[in-house]
């Protein structure tokens, strides 16, 4: 690829900056040679084989018992060499999950240390350990050693690793990792193929034993370990850009967290897969350069059926049958007996092939961001998989990485079962599954310094470090299930099974399934097998994935103890309190909504006594289209003239909200040409509309100075009159109204297209409203950021669930240079690139807006963020969204989530099963503000809605602000007077229907109207920050240069004669200001309290 263009650039700064330097392979060099000849004088000696206990169940009670006395013949290594990517080519600077340079070093063990039939039951093992053990002392005494660890390689206990780091503080990025060989001649081949049996326990019955294919090539990639390294060392030297693309590849996989898993690819397996397209393969040519090279595996491997069928590297290609009965993926290596992909298990082979698939589309379409897309961003598992599970087994009598019984660890063996089980419960409602159990250690083999969210134990008593410890205590393990859904069958009601004629596969359904298995009769006369899930809700139809799993995995595998999964994580943040998620959720659906306004436009577009026919009604409100957390609930009052209070009246309120909708008439050249009084004409229009509504239908309607609301089936529809149709005036006239109604046809078309979208939305919304953005981040912009993700996901499937897009909106709102590039939500793909370099050019000027958001409606990308969020807040949401993501990030992937350092334990006392696991997502920092105002719940039309009860409120404040706890008794006495407008007082309702609804404050809100007059007030010297989905919080955080140019200053500010002294006022104090909002708020603010600490903070 040319060097001069973006993408060539791109590539160079990035291998620069994932290619291992020179300098630093000239460090590693260095340290092999010194362990070289540490090891080369280690003496000869005589050691005890004592096998771990993990072991003597595989070497038998006398084999044990003699092993432990029998002393073994102790030399130093035959070779030691540098191994791996390190030597070949290929290797990444800093490995994924440890943050520093892993190189491999390969130790040959001497032949005459085994006996000849040391590859039995795992004597090979034992004595290779013991001889590693032998290692760990010897260096544990030298001098230039900082530390050598023991690990699992591959988290497979049997073959152990050392881990050695050196004290020079130059040589500190370097971890060598000390991996044991054995000569090629060790053992005989013959005795070591594929259907040979080499295990005591694997009996067979009939006295004969089963084969061990993973067990046998646990010996033989250690005895043909240099034959690959060789490989690659070859085809390196054939393909100039080999390295590169290696490099590239494995960048590819780690940003997707593909390299983090024992049983999925390491960099070895992806380097061979590279050298082998390149060589034997014959599928690339060596002659691309390394992007090339990349595209072209991608695309190869993105076909299931090229890695089902099998890879050979050597020239013949003997049992493949057999290999491919025996391994999920066949990788043959050059010597024709190891299969270098024998620990890859199915459900990684499947991940691997989706991925590849993914991106290698988005590199075939190219455009401007293919690359960045594709090898720049973060794509790990939390971000990619719509649901999380974590399945939670009793692992019986096996230790702690797996017993050495079976041909496999065990834990290998759980995986298997629990996908297997998984597949059959979800069938086509998923199109990937990954079963991955969560490791000790990474790819790299180095155990992460922190676990982000602890393994659940019995008595859930471990967290942070030793939540590992206290798993083994309790005799568990994790194992972490990643589905990506099917939108089209996700979450259909019935699971259909096989026909009752079957009587084979019926009774395998009825197996299965258990209880939930019934005989069911359809339409079309199939009778049938089936599950039906439908005693759920609809607002809990998002459930039915995990639930199947649950239940499946309990009665279908014994070893489970508990399922937590992350559908209903998010669901607390949009129920309101007192009630569950789901309560009156069909009523106010979207299709609800949209049925009612129909039959009103109905009656409005018959209506013939108005000047102007009505022609056309659109909906304008969120509620509409499924994207407001808390959309408008049937009021008792608003069905009709003399209806009412025929339902409950427990909790009626005084501000029911209000649906937009835009009222569309036909032409006419008689409008004025002034703007004012063109308005005045459409209010004159709009009470036509009512008063016709009224007596034609006994359609109630409510005018105020600025609006006109009919009362419809429950609803309060306020009516916008659309007067376009009459010329220019009119079209200018109602710019923003026309940009309204695009807005909403545009979100609306991307409701219907994403399922998920609606529900995702609802969770940002709240997620901006609950850290106090939401006046100045409204619900267009995040409707538009979460419209972008499903429209332009890039090289992942659209999200199918609000979980999978709220990591993904956190993560962009957190990243994106928004003082640089636009974002630009084009449902139609018909922005050019010459209009995208054009915006960009206006986002140099000092006066463009701090998010620029491009839309079919809004070349300029200005409409909605003309006026803010102001670049402090839009800083401060992007760090509350960073740490939010990382939270969350923890919470889904559990110890998989390798980056989990970051967090500094922040997550550690939070599980996925958690009740209030949500709640650290939500809680709002309140330590930044100078002030907070706690304002009256009596005083707010939805209390109900709030995300945290007073008592929790209360904490808060006494933990971040340091408020004495007596002065909120204080407050409460003090507040009890003031507005009242949760519900309507009984004394108004037992006066009458009539007299009820003429006391109602249709669509009136208290908390705008105090910002607003605060802003007024008190704009030049603070930002105020509120929840407007019943947040009873005020943050109030003082400029700190206060410019009091228009704005009406406090008293305070006030005493100065601008006629004689011009030199501008002090800012206010922090008293000052507290003293002018709780006289602004009278009545609606219970009480202030201000910070107490130290110095200020960065918001």
Same mark, same amino acid.
């Given at each position: 690829?040319?060097?001069?263009?973006?993408?060539?650039e791109l590539?160079?700064?990035?291998?620069d900056e994932s290619?291992?330097?020179?300098?630093?392979?000239?460090?590693?060099?260095?340290l092999v040679?010194?362990?070289?000849?540490t090891?080369?004088?280690?003496p000869? %000696?005589?050691?005890?084989?004592?096998?771990?206990?993990?072991?003597? $169940?595989?070497l038998?009670?006398?084999?044990?018992?003699r092993?432990?006395?029998?002393?073994?013949?102790?030399?130093?290594?035959?070779?030691?060499?540098?191994?791996?990517?390190a030597a070949?080519?290929?290797?990444?600077?800093t490995?994924?999950?440890a943050g520093c340079t892993?190189?491999? #070093?390969?130790?040959?063990m001497?032949?005459?240390?085994? %006996?000849e039939?040391?590859?039995?039951?795992?004597?090979?093992?034992?004595?290779?350990?013991?001889?590693?053990?032998?290692?760990q002392q010897?260096?544990s005494h030298?001098?230039? #050693?900082?530390s050598?660890?023991?690990?699992?390689?591959?988290a497979?206990?049997?073959k152990?690793?050392?881990?050695?780091?050196?004290?020079?503080?130059?040589?500190?990025?370097?971890c060598l990792?000390?991996?044991?060989t054995?000569?090629?001649n060790?053992?005989?081949?013959a005795?070591?193929?594929?259907?040979?049996?080499?295990?005591r326990?694997?009996?067979?019955g009939d006295g004969?034993?089963?084969?061990?294919?993973?067990?046998?090539?646990s010996?033989l990639?250690d005895?043909?370990?240099?034959?690959?390294?060789?490989?690659?060392?070859?085809?390196?030297?054939?393909a100039?850009?080999?390295?590169?693309?290696?490099v590239?590849?494995?960048?590819?996989?780690?940003?997707?967290?593909l390299?983090?898993?024992?049983?999925?690819?390491?960099?070895?397996?992806l380097?061979?897969?590279?050298?082998y397209?390149v060589?034997?393969g014959?599928?690339?040519?060596?002659?691309?350069?390394?992007?090339q090279?990349?595209?072209?595996?991608?695309t190869l491997?993105?076909n299931?059926?090229?890695l089902?069928?099998?890879?050979?590297?050597?020239?013949?290609?003997?049992?493949?049958a057999d290999?491919?009965?025996?391994f999920?993926?066949?990788?043959?290596?050059?010597?024709?007996?190891?299969?270098?992909?024998?620990?890859? $298990?199915?459900?990684?082979?499947?991940?691997?092939v989706?991925?590849a698939?993914?991106?290698?589309? @988005?590199?075939?379409?190219g455009?401007?961001?293919?690359?960045?897309?594709?090898?720049?961003? $973060?794509?790990?598992?939390?971000a990619?998989y719509?649901?999380?599970?974590?399945v939670?087994v009793?692992?019986?009598?096996?230790t702690?990485?797996?017993?050495c019984?079976a041909?496999?660890?065990?834990?290998?063996?759980?995986?298997?079962?629990v996908?297997d089980?998984?597949?059959?419960a979800? =069938?086509?409602?998923?199109?990937l599954?990954r079963?991955?159990?969560?490791?000790?250690v990474?790819s790299?083999?180095?155990?992460?310094s922190?676990f982000?969210?602890?393994?659940?134990?019995k008595?859930?008593?471990?967290?942070?470090?030793?939540?590992?410890?206290?798993?083994?205590?309790?005799?568990?393990?994790?194992?972490?299930?990643g589905?990506v859904?099917d939108?089209?069958?996700?979450?259909?009601?019935?699971?259909?099974?096989?026909?009752?004629?079957?009587?084979?596969?019926?009774?395998?359904?009825?197996?299965?399934?258990?209880?939930?298995?019934?005989?069911r009769?359809f339409?079309?006369?199939?009778?049938?097998?089936?599950?039906?899930?439908?005693?759920l809700?609809?607002?809990?139809?998002?459930?039915i994935?995990?639930?199947?799993?649950?239940?499946?995995?309990?009665?279908?595998?014994?070893p489970?103890?508990?399922?937590?999964?992350?559908?209903?994580?998010l669901d607390?943040?949009?129920s309101?309190?007192?009630?569950?998620?789901?309560?009156?959720?069909?009523?106010?659906?979207?299709?609800a909504?949209?049925?009612?306004?129909?039959?009103?436009?109905?009656?409005?577009?018959?209506?013939?006594?108005?000047?102007?026919?009505?022609?056309?009604v %659109?909906?304008?409100?969120?509620a509409?289209?499924?994207t407001?957390?808390?959309?408008?609930?049937?009021?008792?009052?608003?069905f009709?003239?003399?209806?009412?209070l025929g339902? $409950?009246?427990?909790h009626m309120p005084?501000?029911?909200?209000?649906?937009d909708v835009?009222?569309?008439?036909?032409?006419?050249?008689?409008?004025p040409?002034?703007s004012?009084?063109?308005n005045?004409?459409?209010?004159?229009?709009?009470?036509t509309?009512a008063? %016709?509504?009224?007596?034609?239908?006994?359609?109630?309607?409510?005018?105020?100075?600025g609006s006109?609301?009919?009362?419809?089936?429950g609803?309060?529809?306020?009516l916008?009159?659309?007067?376009?149709?009459?010329?220019?005036?009119?079209? !200018?006239?109602?710019?923003?109204?026309?940009q309204g109604?695009a807005?909403?046809?545009?979100?609306?078309t991307?409701?219907a297209?994403?399922?998920?979208f609606?529900?995702?939305?609802?969770?940002?919304?709240?997620?901006?409203?609950?850290?106090?953005?939401?006046?100045?981040?409204? *619900?267009?912009? @995040?409707?538009?950021?979460?419209?972008?993700?499903?429209l332009?996901?890039?090289?992942?499937?659209p999200?199918?669930?609000?979980?999978?897009?709220?990591v993904?909106?956190?993560?962009?709102l957190a990243?994106?240079?928004?003082?640089?590039?636009p974002?630009?939500?084009?449902?139609?793909?018909e922005?050019t690139?010459?209009?995208?370099?054009?915006? *960009?050019?206006?986002?140099?000027?000092?006066?463009?807006?701090?998010?620029?958001?491009?839309t079919?409606?809004?070349s300029? =990308?200005?409409?909605?963020?003309?006026?803010?969020?102001p670049?402090?807040?839009?800083?401060? !949401?992007?760090?509350l969204?960073?740490?939010?993501?990382?939270r969350l990030?923890?919470?889904?992937?559990g110890?998989?989530w390798?980056?989990?350092?970051?967090?500094?334990?922040?997550?550690?006392? @939070?599980?996925?099963?958690?009740?209030?696991?949500?709640?650290?997502?939500?809680?709002?920092?309140?330590?930044?503000?100078?002030? @907070?105002?706690?304002?009256?719940?009596?005083?707010?039309?939805?209390?109900?809605?709030?995300?945290?009860?007073?008592k929790?409120i209360?904490?808060r404040?006494?933990?971040?602000?340091? #408020?004495?706890?007596?002065?909120?008794?204080?407050?409460?006495?003090g =507040?009890?007077?003031?507005?009242?407008?949760?519900?309507?007082?009984?004394?108004?309702?037992?006066?009458?229907?009539?007299?009820?609804?003429?006391?109602?404050?249709i669509?009136?809100?208290?908390l705008?109207?105090?910002?607003?007059?605060?802003?007024?007030?008190?704009?030049?010297?603070?930002?105020?920050?509120a929840?407007?989905?019943?947040?009873?919080?005020?943050?109030v955080a003082?400029?700190?240069?206060?410019d009091h140019?228009?704005?009406?200053l406090?008293?305070?500010l006030?005493?100065?004669?601008?006629?004689?002294?011009?030199?501008p006022?002090?800012?206010?104090?922090v008293?000052d200001?507290?003293?002018?909002?709780l006289?602004?708020?009278?009545?609606?603010?219970?009480?202030?309290?201000?910070?107490?600490?130290g110095?200020?903070?960065?918001?």
């Amino acid at each position: 690829m040319p060097a001069d263009t973006l993408d060539g650039e791109l590539l160079r700064a990035l291998l620069d900056e994932s290619s291992l330097p020179r300098a630093v392979r000239g460090v590693a060099s260095n340290l092999v040679v010194l362990l070289a000849h540490t090891l080369s004088e280690v003496p000869s %000696q005589e050691i005890k084989l004592s096998p771990p206990a993990y072991f003597r $169940s595989a070497l038998g009670s006398s084999s044990s018992e003699r092993g432990s006395a029998k002393a073994l013949k102790f030399s130093a290594p035959t070779r030691v060499y540098m191994a791996g990517s390190a030597a070949s080519g290929g290797c990444l600077w800093t490995s994924p999950g440890a943050g520093c340079t892993v190189v491999d #070093v390969a130790v040959e063990m001497p032949g005459d240390y085994f %006996q000849e039939k040391d590859y039995l039951d795992h004597r090979y093992h034992a004595k290779r350990l013991t001889y590693l053990h032998a290692l760990q002392q010897h260096l544990s005494h030298t001098a230039w #050693v900082a530390s050598a660890e023991l690990s699992s390689h591959h988290a497979d206990i049997r073959k152990q690793c050392l881990l050695i780091k050196a004290k020079k503080s130059s040589d500190a990025t370097v971890c060598l990792r000390m991996l044991l060989t054995a000569p090629a001649n060790a053992f005989p081949v013959a005795r070591l193929q594929l259907d040979k049996a080499n295990l005591r326990h694997l009996d067979g019955g009939d006295g004969g034993r089963l084969p061990s294919p993973h067990y046998n090539q646990s010996i033989l990639e250690d005895m043909f370990y240099d034959e690959h390294a060789k490989y690659l060392r070859d085809a390196a030297a054939t393909a100039e850009y080999l390295e590169d693309a290696c490099v590239l590849l494995k960048v590819w996989a780690g940003r997707r967290g593909l390299l983090g898993a024992p049983d999925g690819f390491n960099g070895f397996v992806l380097s061979m897969l590279m050298a082998y397209l390149v060589s034997t393969g014959g599928k690339l040519s060596p002659l691309m350069d390394a992007l090339q090279l990349v595209k072209g595996a991608l695309t190869l491997l993105s076909n299931h059926a090229v890695l089902s069928a099998g890879l050979w590297a050597g020239a013949q290609k003997k049992n493949a049958a057999d290999w491919r009965s025996g391994f999920p993926l066949v990788f043959i290596g050059p010597c024709g007996l190891v299969n270098i992909g024998a620990r890859v $298990s199915k459900s990684a082979v499947a991940e691997f092939v989706h991925e590849a698939a993914l991106s290698a589309a @988005v590199l075939e379409r190219g455009g401007r961001t293919a690359f960045e897309q594709v090898f720049l961003s $973060s794509l790990h598992p939390a971000a990619r998989y719509d649901v999380h599970l974590h399945v939670t087994v009793d692992r019986g009598d096996n230790t702690a990485s797996g017993s050495c019984d079976a041909d496999m660890v065990s834990w290998r063996s759980h995986e298997s079962q629990v996908n297997d089980i998984v597949h059959d419960a979800l =069938g086509t409602r998923a199109k990937l599954i990954r079963v991955q159990h969560q490791p000790f250690v990474n790819s790299s083999d180095i155990r992460p310094s922190h676990f982000s969210a602890p393994v659940t134990t019995k008595k859930r008593k471990g967290v942070g470090k030793d939540a590992a410890a206290d798993e083994d205590s309790a005799g568990l393990f994790t194992i972490w299930i990643g589905i990506v859904l099917d939108p089209d069958h996700a979450f259909r009601l019935v699971d259909l099974g096989p026909s009752s004629d079957n009587d084979v596969l019926a009774k395998q359904f009825r197996s299965f399934w258990g209880d939930r298995a019934e005989l069911r009769r359809f339409k079309d006369g199939r009778i049938c097998e089936s599950v039906v899930w439908d005693s759920l809700p609809s607002a809990k139809r998002h459930h039915i994935p995990a639930l199947a799993i649950e239940y499946a995995l309990k009665r279908n595998f014994a070893p489970t103890v508990g399922v937590e999964w992350s559908c209903s994580l998010l669901d607390p943040a949009l129920s309101c309190k007192g009630s569950s998620l789901g309560d009156s959720s069909k009523e106010s659906s979207p299709s609800a909504l949209t049925q009612c306004l129909d039959r009103l436009a109905k009656r409005m577009k018959e209506m013939k006594e108005v000047p102007l026919k009505v022609i056309n009604v %659109q909906p304008l409100s969120a509620a509409f289209r499924g994207t407001d957390p808390f959309p408008p609930q049937p009021h008792q009052l608003a069905f009709g003239a003399g209806i009412g209070l025929g339902r $409950s009246d427990e909790h009626m309120p005084v501000c029911p909200k209000t649906l937009d909708v835009l009222v569309q008439l036909e032409g006419s050249g008689r409008w004025p040409e002034n703007s004012a009084a063109i308005n005045k004409t459409k209010a004159a229009m709009a009470l036509t509309i009512a008063d %016709q509504l009224h007596s034609s239908y006994a359609t109630p309607a409510v005018v105020a100075e600025g609006s006109v609301d009919v009362l419809h089936e429950g609803y309060a529809f306020r009516l916008h009159i659309n007067s376009t149709a009459g010329g220019a005036n009119n079209e !200018a006239a109602e710019k923003h109204l026309i940009q309204g109604a695009a807005h909403a046809g545009v979100i609306s078309t991307i409701s219907a297209r994403f399922p998920a979208f609606g529900p995702a939305t609802q969770v940002a919304t709240r997620w901006i409203s609950g850290h106090l953005l939401s006046s100045y981040i409204g *619900e267009e912009i @995040v409707e538009l950021l979460m419209g972008h993700l499903f429209l332009h996901p890039g090289a992942v499937e659209p999200p199918t669930s609000r979980e999978v897009a709220f990591v993904r909106f956190l993560d962009m709102l957190a990243t994106h240079p928004w003082d640089a590039l636009p974002l630009f939500v084009d449902p139609d793909d018909e922005v050019t690139l010459d209009s995208m370099q054009e915006l *960009e050019k206006k986002m140099d000027s000092p006066d463009a807006p701090s998010m620029c958001i491009s839309t079919p409606y809004d070349s300029d =990308g200005d409409t909605w963020t003309r006026r803010g969020p102001p670049a402090v807040v839009l800083k401060r !949401a992007q760090a509350l969204a960073a740490r939010a993501a990382e939270r969350l990030k923890a919470l889904l992937q559990g110890r998989n989530w390798m980056d989990a350092k970051s967090l500094g334990g922040i997550v550690d006392d @939070v599980h996925l099963g958690d009740e209030s696991a949500w709640e650290s997502l939500f809680t709002p920092a309140l330590m930044h503000f100078d002030i @907070v105002l706690k304002l009256r719940r009596a005083a707010l039309p939805f209390p109900d809605h709030a995300l945290f009860t007073g008592k929790q409120i209360k904490r808060r404040l006494i933990k971040e602000l340091k #408020v004495d706890p007596d002065t909120f008794q204080m407050a409460e006495h003090g =507040g009890k007077r003031g507005l009242q407008l949760a519900k309507l007082p009984q004394k108004v309702l037992t006066r009458g229907p009539d007299k009820a609804r003429a006391a109602m404050l249709i669509g009136f809100d208290p908390l705008q109207c105090f910002l607003r007059e605060a802003e007024q007030r008190l704009g030049g010297t603070a930002l105020f920050f509120a929840d407007k989905h019943g947040g009873d919080l005020i943050g109030v955080a003082i400029k700190p240069k206060a410019d009091h140019s228009g704005a009406q200053l406090a008293a305070s500010l006030g005493d100065f004669d601008p006629l004689g002294d011009f030199t501008p006022p002090a800012p206010p104090c922090v008293d000052d200001v507290l003293d002018e909002l709780l006289f602004i708020g009278n009545g609606f603010v219970q009480d202030g309290y201000k910070k107490r600490s130290g110095g200020r903070q960065q918001l």
